[in-house]
T-cell receptor, first 116, second 115 residues
Framework: AQKVTQAQTEISVVEKEDVTLDCVYE???????LFWYKQPPSGELVFLIR??????QNEISGRYSWNFQKSTSSFNFTITASQVVDSAVYFC?????????????FGGGTRVLVKP | EPEVTQTPSHQVTQMGQEVILRCVPI?????FYWYRQILGQKVEFLVS????????KSEIFDDQFSVERPDGSNFTLKIRSTKLEDSAMYFC?????????????FGDGTRLSIL
């Protein structure tokens, strides 16, 4: 069975601080995909990034960066120099690469509150 | 950029009534999904649909639920006899068939309130 754990339920920071969101996953599969989605207060789910299990390169996109470590089954997300617009719930998700429906298994989400 | 669109944005229904939630997936996508999110909780998978049939469903997706792609563009979720616990945000998603790593793109959701 697949499982995703986001131990931090809520993080509060002041604008311009860095914030790191933890994601730990469990799977018996050797190949899989990991995702991060953002859910702003308006409620929609916005895709941020996908990572293949066989690609452990870290990735940076603007103020966002992701650290994938297969050895510890973690896929952490860092927002550098946070802004008020980063306030949202962030979900980490796991998907098997070889399965009929390829459903996403989500973690419980981390609410990030960035104060001005 | 193409989007998944869902209607209505908010649906209020009396308990025991049938409700149909509608979705228009991105046009060249062939995998379709429904998820739900009870207020303040995580997003849960309901069902996936490919090639005009259900490919996977969760324990939540019992006999009260059904999905349909009636006309090649819409993808609907029907709840036959709603219960109070069906109150949630329902998200439709679709995925490009090219490569198994393509992300699912979500609609803005339909908030379903059962009275």
């Amino acid at each position: 069975a697949q499982k995703v754990t986001q131990a931090q339920t809520e993080i509060s920071v002041v604008e311009k601080e860095d914030v790191t969101l933890d994601c730990v996953y469990e799977t018996r599969d050797t190949t899989y995909y990991l995702f991060w989605y953002k859910q702003p207060p308006s409620g929609e789910l916005v895709f941020l990034i996908r990572r293949n299990s066989f690609d452990e390169q870290n990735e940076i996109s603007g103020r966002y960066s992701w650290n994938f470590q297969k050895s510890t089954s973690s896929f952490n997300f860092t927002i550098t120099a946070s802004q008020v617009v980063d306030s949202a719930v962030y979900f980490c998700a796991l998907r098997r690469s070889k399965a009929a429906g390829n459903k996403l298994t989500f973690g419980g989400g981390t609410r990030v509150l960035v104060k001005p | 950029e193409p989007e998944v669109t869902q209607t209505p944005s908010h649906q209020v229904t009396q308990m025991g009534q049938e409700v149909i939630l509608r979705c228009v997936p991105i046009s060249n996508h062939l995998y379709f999904y429904w998820y739900r999110q009870i207020l303040g909780q995580k997003v849960e998978f309901l069902v996936s649909f490919y090639n005009n049939e259900i490919s996977e469903k969760s324990e939540i997706f019992d006999d009260q639920f059904s999905v349909e792609r009636p006309d090649g563009s819409n993808f609907t979720l029907k709840i036959r006899s709603t219960k109070l616990e069906d109150s949630a945000m329902y998200f439709c998603a679709s995925r490009n068939p090219q490569g198994s790593g393509q992300p699912q793109h979500f609609g803005d959701g339909t908030r379903l309130s059962i009275l």
